[in-house]
Structures are given as C-alpha cells and as structure tokens.
C-alpha cells in the first residue's frame, strides 16, 4: 500500500478541509468514515495525495492538475455535508449527490488500478540484488511506469473535465442556495405518532399485560414508612413497537391518582422553550404567562415550572426522546419532591433509556414485539373487525405477511389498511404479500409506517448511516455475524482508526451503537453481553433497500429484489440465489468493472459467476457451494481484494497474489483442511478463520500481520508452525482445538507451551481451547509471563488437576470458563480477587465432602456463575458475589445423597435474580432424586427476593428428560411443567400444568 508523509499531505491541501477532523492514517490509506458520496469523496481526496506526493512528482502538469482537482473537490464536500443534514432533499440535490458520487468512484478506481500496477512490479523486483543487471531492470521498470504515469495523465486531464462540469452544475442550478433554503425550513410532516398516543383502547392487542405490569410498579412504593420519592420509568426498543401507546396506556390507567397528569412529545430537533412552555400551560391553565412569553428565558420557566410541582404529585410522560442532553435538561424542571411523583419516558435508544433511570429505584423496560397469537388478533380485527374473521382459503397467505411484520404493531396495522378493502380475495392477499417491500416505498396507505422507520435512520450520523445501509445486501431473516460483518465494513472503508484505537475496535463501537438504537436486532448474545449474532427486521431491511436504490448503494439480483433494472454504474451486488437455478443475465453483468463488493447467497452450485470482470473488487463474499469444475484460481487474479469469505472445498495454491488481503474466512464443507503454501504470502493478512478444526498453515510465522486464528487443530498441524504460532506479535484472538492425550510428536506440548507463554507477552487478548473428549493439558500449567492483556479465557474439556496460578495477575479478564479435576479453597479465593471477571463459569469434580466457602472478600465483580460439580459442595457466605444476577448450578442427584446437603447459603446473595439448577439423574433412585429436589428448593425459597427459577433433571448430560413427544419434564418455582427446547437445548418456553406460559 501506498504512503504519504504527513508534512506533505499538510502542505499539499489546497484551501482548509471542512472535514479534516474525520480523517486519519491507516496503513498509509485514508479510510473514509461518512456517508457514501461523502465518504467516497474523503477517500479519494487523500488518495489524490499520496498519488501527487509518490508517484506523479516527476510528470509535468499532473502536480497542478491534480492539486485542482483536490481543491474543487474539497469545496463540494463542504455542499455535500449540507445535503446530509436534509430529511428530504431536493431531485436537484439528489440528481447532483450521485453525480459527484459516481465520479469520485471512477477517480479512485483509477488511482488504485495505476498504483498496483506500479506497487506490482515494485514487489517483483525490489529486493534483486545489485550489479549491472539491477541497473538494467531498474532501467525497464522505469519504462514500464513512466507509460502508466502517462496514461495517467491523460485520464486526469478527462476526469478533470468532469469535475469542472460537476461544479459548474453546481453553481448554475444554485444548490448551495437551495441546500440552505430546505435545512433551514421549518415544515413538517404530520407525525404519524399522533395516531398511536390517541388510539382507542379497544383497538389494541396484547397491550394488557404490560400495561397492568408497569402500572403496578409505578403505584408501588414500597416499605411502609419509607419516603416516597419521585420514580422513572424509561420504555425504550425499535421504532413501531408502540412505546408511545403503552405509556399513554399506563397515564389512562393511573392518570387520575395524580394531582397532575401530562403527556409531553419532544422528537429528534426539539424546540426546548416550546416544550417548556407546553408544560407550565398545562400546569397552569388560566392565562397568567401570556405577557411573560416574550420577556422570560428558558431558565425563568423552569424556575416556574419547579415551583408548580413542588408541591404537586404528578405523572408526566415524555415521549420520544432521542438523546441524553434533552433529558438532562428537561428533568431540571421536574422536582424531585416526596409526593410519590412519577415519569415515563420513551425512546428508541437504550442508552438514553439508563440516563433516564439513574437512581436504583428506577426502571428501564424493554417493549417486545407481539407474539404470534396477538399479531393475529390485530391483523384480523383491523381487517375483518374481528379476532377470528378469516376465510380459511387465505389464513396460510396471511401468516406469510404476519412473518414479515415480525410482530411489529405499526406494520401490522399498516398492512391491514392495505387488505382492508380486500378481505375476501385471496389473490389479492397474496399480492400484497409478494410485494411488501415495494408497497413500502409507492403506497401511501402505509407512509406513516415508513415515516416512523426513517426517523430511527435519520437520527444516524452520516457514517453510522453507511455501516447500517451495506445491511441491505443480505437476504431476509439472515443471520449476521457480528465479527464478519465488522470486517466487511473494515475492508469497504467506512471504519477509521482513532489515534488509540485499532479499526476493528472502532467497528465494535459502531456495531454496538447500532445495537444500542434499537436499528438491528441481537440474535445471539454471549455470557460478557456482547452481540455474536444480529438480524434486521424485515421492515427496517426493506426500507434500507429502498435506500439503497435511491442512492445506488447496492444492487440486488434475487427473487426478493424489486427490479433488476440499474439506476446506473453498479458498485456493489447481491445475488440470492434461489432453487430455481437462477442465472446471470447479460444484460446483469454489463457494467460490472465497477463494482466494489459482490456477495452471494443461496444454492448457485451450477452458477458460473463473473469474476473476470470484477478489477476493482474489495469485498468478495460467497456463501454458497460451488460446483468441482469451478476454478477458483481467478479470484486470485483480484488484486485490489481485502475481505474474502469463501465456501469451497480447497484454496487455489495462487492465493498468495492477493497481496492486499486482510481478511479469509474459509468455510470448508468437504473437511479436505490443507492450506497452500502460498497463503503464508499473505503478509498483510489479519484474520485467518475456519469453521473446521483446520491445520496450521506452514511457515505461519511470516504473517506478522495476523490479529485473529480461529478453529485451528494443534495435534493435527505440523509440528513447526506450532512452534512459528509464537511469533505472531499482533495476535490478539487465538482459539484452537487439542484432542489428544499424547500427541504423536512430544514436541507439541513443548512447542504449544512455549509459543502462548510467547502470545502472551504480546497483545493476546482472547484464548479458547477445546476438545471433543475430556483431556488433560497440564502442559499449560505453567505460562511465563502471564498474558495480562487477557480478557476472555474458554477451555471445553480440556480440563487442569487444579487452577494455574498464572491467572491470578491478569486484571482484565472480564469472561472464565475453567475445567479443573480439584478445587480447593485457595483455588477459589485466588479466582475471587480478579477484579474485572464479570461471568464465571467452572466444572469441577471434588474429591472430598468438606464444604468450599465463596467468601465475602472475593468475587465483586461477577454477575453471572455457573457450576458443573459432581457433589453439591458450595457455601455461600454473608455479603458475597454481591453482584451477582444469574445462578446455574448443576450437581448429581447421586452426590447430593452421599453427600446429605446441597450448595447452601444462597439466600445471602443479595443482588440474585435468576436460579437454574440441573439435577444429573444418572444411577439415582427416585427417592434420590425427589430428596436433592427438595433441599435445593428449600435454599432458593429462603432467599428474601421472589427469584425466577428453572429447576430440571438431566440426563445423560441433556438439561431434562426429553419425552416422546420431544418436551422435557423439570420444575419451575417449585410446579412440574413441560419446557421446549430449541437445537442448543436451551428452555424456549415452559408451560405449567394449568396452560400458564412462562
């Protein structure tokens, strides 16, 4: 990759950058952070740079050219951040966006083309030794360059013509005008959240519940006695859910116990001295202020409004707030009195929701979606006026649109208004349900659904908009997964290093900002609370295509794709392939030189995919299998390639040519696991991933730049990239598998110890090792010096004689998963006085019957633990895990007998919530099994707090007894029921004996 000095790009610009506190250096290549056109035009300014400072100084007239080009440039992004700040452009606006966008694509893919050609022989020959045939290879080099710095030139002096016609357009047609007239304006749409705060309670569904649950909390003041302070109720989740209508639900339940009662609306811009003003009206309702409207600021009515309620027990809702410093300032007009007064926000983002609820005696509550039977009941009731009004011929249609809807009220409802006048025509259903997506964007029966998404959308800044819309590529209801998803965002450029963060830690933060906006949906989460799995509502993904279109973000071939028409040169493609064989059309794959990023879902086994075409291609993602006679060598002919995700049975031995790579996930589905030599070429290559134990690639150490190895096999790999393993100095996420006892070579325990105690002075931050059997690794007992930098340890049956005490100085470690043979007292205190673990998870096989003590002087810090034991051999004493939330403890029914206790002392864990015990049934008596029941009981039912509690019996290391028809038999709070379980054998769902869902 190129580089500029940073004196040189400083003197380099032109006139002061309106955005030069968004960029920063990564490898010598600014990466862009705004939005698309924005973002595309700050990656090509700085491009512009280092192609003036390192390769074009020697050509006369380039240097000016080009410096001209930066300067006009420099001025439309300023006009282009204008245009960000626009809910509804102009088709001006827009028709100008794109035109400047697509030019600054053509001009960066012209500097990237002319670079590799002249990096490409550069890395050929620069390390020939010298002589007189040096000097004539130097000389032919110089030749071969000189053409490319020629044809350069000329298509400079074209795109500078471009330019000069983009920014007259720009001055003709007064844009700048026209982008300071719209920003400025004040005309608003009618909020469609109007239609949800006054709807009429028999039209609701499912809101019951909820409504008598909050109400109660919100009416409770606890002990007899104790003052009765002002209370907060934050309810935040995605747009649509109907947080509005729940809060509004709850005042018209409880309203009229308060002295004073009101429902304030803030939004996204909110003028504050109008909401405030709003709100001492209300409390005072003769026309006392009207002369002091004029004269009073903003602090004067807070004063006002504070003195009003001070004395008052009111109930005031604040709805929809978008940021922290909104509340910050509207809670200072609310006193904080002991009249038992109590607030409801709502909000969309999670983080606001706890700087709401900054008091312990607060709440945040999070608003689900509707289930399947109340998603039903609204749908049919809006349709047929009521709950079971459907003809049979089209109930199959209507749960195919219920799926879409995702339990989302506002898109049921919002459907149901397009079907209304339609109830009995089943083909009519079915085109609704054939073209959801479509109807989002043309229809005006359902604008107000696309008005309430797109305010989540446009509260983004502009590059969290980027990173959310490249979602829009995948098919529906796709899992994404989080750690590929950062890296696809990485290799595009729309992540920037800070000056203290890496750019796989930036696209962390803005992966979990999009979390916490409720913008997609967790699907799974790990024991630390980090994100693994997300989705996008169905709802929300069909408005970012729709998006995606206008912009010319992406183009998208599939049987959901709504046209397969282009709007112009396409950048980036999704395909989803189908069962039916689907094919590239010429007229598809017309343009295709240009695009950036082209991923694949779906069965294409017969599909021949264009790759030739692809010279400027940065992302390459297929997740589908291809056929044997596929050759694969001519992704290696992709010299621009950064992220490659591949699903193939073999690497081609050229994969070494991708010289700019930084990310291979492999998924091998015919378990042939050799890597090639070549992909130890691959020296910028930071993630190496496989999802099979796969083997080591040899001569591994070379890959200096590697900062993650996943599912890698140590006893399968050769004996020599074991001992390479240690080299990496940038490694900072290793998981490997071990699978056996005595390794064919003695030297892989020596060289595995020796290679982590070599990690683990460098930047190891996350380790697991696993194995199908349990194995013994007491090799590892003993690594010098610790790897402080750890935060995450994970062992799965491999498993040490007692706890290495090389884990007692690591202060971050945050997540443990221990296998040990013994536990003794000293191995427990040495785990409590970590002071970053937060989940603990241990399995251990006692030796002896004496109690071991969780102490009150350790473990401050964890929330959650979790412990497989052979006997019941925990005490809990006074004050300890004082944090602790969630309790799982599994023990046998065996032991428990022999043993004549169970884990005691439970009651002291004061901050407890959730307990699941799972009882080992194996060899036990029932007698055996009742009494363990019994005793286990009896210590959760001392605990001073109502916990939620899952007790079940297992089997054969299976959580139940699975029955014939594929349900397991336990006990919840003490009742038997019958509990679902999903593939993980997780509890799903547990109905009691009276048809109580849990």
């Known amino acids: 990759m190129w580089t500029t000095p940073n004196r040189l790009f400083s003197k380099l610009r032109p006139c002061p950058s309106p955005f030069a506190p968004l960029l920063s250096v990564r490898g010598g290549e600014r990466e862009r952070q705004t939005m698309d056109a924005q973002g595309a035009l700050s990656s090509l300014l700085n491009k512009l740079a280092d192609l003036l400072a390192d390769e074009c100084a020697r050509l006369k007239g380039v240097r000016r050219e080009i410096r001209f080009l930066r300067s006009e440039l420099n001025n439309m992004h300023a006009v282009l951040q204008k245009c960000a700040a626009m809910e509804n452009p102009d088709i001006q606006v827009k028709a100008w966006t794109k035109e400047l966008r697509e030019l600054a694509y053509d001009i960066e893919d012209c500097v990237d083309n002319f670079v590799h050609g002249v990096d490409t022989d550069h890395r050929r020959h620069g390390h020939a030794a010298g002589g007189i045939k040096e000097f004539f290879r130097k000389c032919v080099r110089r030749l071969k360059t000189l053409v490319a710095r020629h044809r350069v030139a000329n298509q400079v002096q074209e795109l500078k013509a471009r330019v000069v016609e983009v920014a007259g357009q720009r001055v003709r047609y007064k844009l700048d005008d026209q982008v300071s007239s719209i920003v400025s304006s004040g005309n608003r749409p009618i909020d469609p959240r109007l239609c949800a705060l006054f709807a009429e309670e028999s039209h609701l569904v499912g809101i019951d519940g909820p409504r008598d649950e909050l109400a109660s909390w919100l009416l409770d003041d606890g002990e007899v006695g104790c003052v009765i302070g002002r209370k907060v109720l934050s309810i935040y989740g ?58 009073w600021d903003d602090e004067m009515i807070i004063e006002k409004i504070r003195e009003l309620l001070q004395q008052k027990r009111y109930f005031i809702i604040i709805d929809d707030i978008w940021s922290v410093e909104a509340w910050d300032l509207l809670k200072c007009a609310l006193p904080e009195n002991n009249k038992g007064s109590r607030v409801i926000t709502t909000t969309r983002i999670e983080s606001v929701a706890r700087a709401c609820c900054a008091l312990p005696s607060d709440r945040c509550y999070k608003i689900e979606p509707l289930n399947e039977f109340h998603s039903r009941s609204l749908l049919f009731k809006k349709v047929f006026g009521r709950e079971d009004g459907c003809p049979d011929k089209i109930e199959h249609v209507s749960d195919d649109i219920l799926r879409k809807c995702s339990g989302l009220p506002l898109a049921i409802v919002s459907i149901a208004s397009l079907l209304a006048n339609r109830s009995n025509i089943q083909e009519q259903w079915e085109k609704v349900r054939a073209s959801t997506g479509s109807v989002l964007q043309i229809n005006h029966g359902i604008g107000g659904m696309k008005t309430i998404l797109s305010l989540s959308y ?32 990485i290799a595009e450029g729309f992540v920037n290093e800070g000056s203290w963060q890496i750019a796989e830690d930036v696209a962390e933060i803005y992966f979990n900002e999009l979390i916490n906006r409720s913008m997609i949906q967790p699907v799974d989460i790990d024991y630390v609370g980090r994100v693994r799995v997300c989705r996008v509502h169905d709802m929300m993904l069909e408005l970012l295509k729709s998006k995606a279109k206008e912009e010319n973000f992406v183009k998208i071939i599939g049987p ?185 070579d003695a030297r892989y325990k020596d060289y595995m110890s020796s290679s982590l105690s070599k990690l683990a002075s460098y930047s190891l931050q996350s380790l697991r090792i696993e194995s199908e059997q349990a194995i013994p690794v007491n090799f590892l007992v003993s690594l010098s010096p610790p790897p402080y930098l750890l935060r995450q340890f994970w062992m799965w049956n491999c498993y040490f004689q007692r706890c290495p005490k090389w884990i007692a100085p690591l202060g971050r470690l945050a997540e443990l998963k221990l296998d040990v043979w013994d536990l003794e007292d000293e191995d427990l205190d040495l785990l409590g006085e970590l002071p970053a673990l937060l989940h603990l998870q241990l399995w251990v096989v006692p030796l002896r019957k004496d109690k071991i003590a969780v102490k009150e002087t350790g473990f401050h810090s964890v929330v959650s633990f979790r412990l497989w ?96 028809d594929g349900n397991i038999d336990g006990h919840l709070n003490g009742n038997m029921v019958k509990m679902n379980l999903d593939e993980d054998n997780k509890v799903i769902y547990a109905l009691g004996s009276e048809g109580n869902e849990y």
């Open 458 to 489: 446009s509260d983004l800044p502009q590059y969290l908009k980027t990173c959310l819309l490249y979602l829009s590529i995948f098919p529906e209801d796709y899992d994404i997964e989080r750690g590929s998803l950062v890296r696809r965002w």
């Open 869 to 964: 034991s052979g006997l019941p051999c925990l005490i809990f004493h006074e004050k300890s895990m004082p944090k602790l939330e969630t309790l799982e403890l599994m023990f046998s029914a065996c032991g428990a007998e022999a043993y004549g206790s169970t884990h005691s002392g439970i009651k002291h864990l004061n901050s407890l919530k959730n307990v699941t015990v799972q009882l080992y049934t194996t060899g036990a008596r029932p007698s055996n099994i009742e009494a363990a029941f019994r005793k286990i009981e009896y210590e959760i039912a001392n605990h001073p707090k109502n916990l939620n509690t899952i007790l079940a019996t297992s089997s054969d290391n299976y959580l139940g007894e699975v029955m014939d």
């Open 560 to 744: 959901s794709s709504m046209s397969t028409k282009s709007e112009g040169v396409v950048r980036r493609l999704s395909i989803e392939f189908s069962d039916q064989d689907q094919k590239l059309a010429p007229k598809e794959v017309a343009s295709l030189t240009h695009i950036r990023s082209f991923s694949a879902f779906g069965p294409c086994q017969s599909q021949t995919l264009p790759f030739a075409y692809l010279k400027v291609l940065r992302v390459l993602s297929l997740d589908c299998q291809f056929n044997g006679s596929f050759d694969l060598k001519i992704i290696c002919k992709l010299h621009q390639l950064k992220y490659l995700r591949l699903n193939a049975p073999e690497l081609p031995a050229e994969i070494g040519e991708l010289q700019f790579l930084e990310t291979l996930e492999w998924c091998n589905y015919s378990w042939r696991n050799l890597f090639p030599h070549g992909v130890a070429r691959l020296h910028n290559l930071k993630h190496l991933l496989v999802d099979w134990e796969g083997m080591l690639p040899e001569a591994i150490g070379s890959m200096q730049s590697l900062k993650t190895l996943s599912h890698f096999n140590i006893c399968d790999s050769p004996v020599s990239a074991v001992q390479e393993l240690g080299k990496l100095r940038n490694l900072r996420d290793l998981s490997i598998s071990w699978d056996q006892k005595e390794p064919t």
């Open 238 to 295: 995605f747009g649509g859910l109907g947080k509005s209508t729940l809060a509004n639900e709850v005042r018209r339940k409880i309203g009229k116990q308060f002295d004073f009662h009101a429902l304030v609306s803030v939004s996204q811009k909110p003028d504050f001295r109008k909401i405030l003003w709003s709100v001492l009206s209300r409390i005072e309702k003769k026309s006392t202020f009207v002369k002091e409207r004029e004269t």
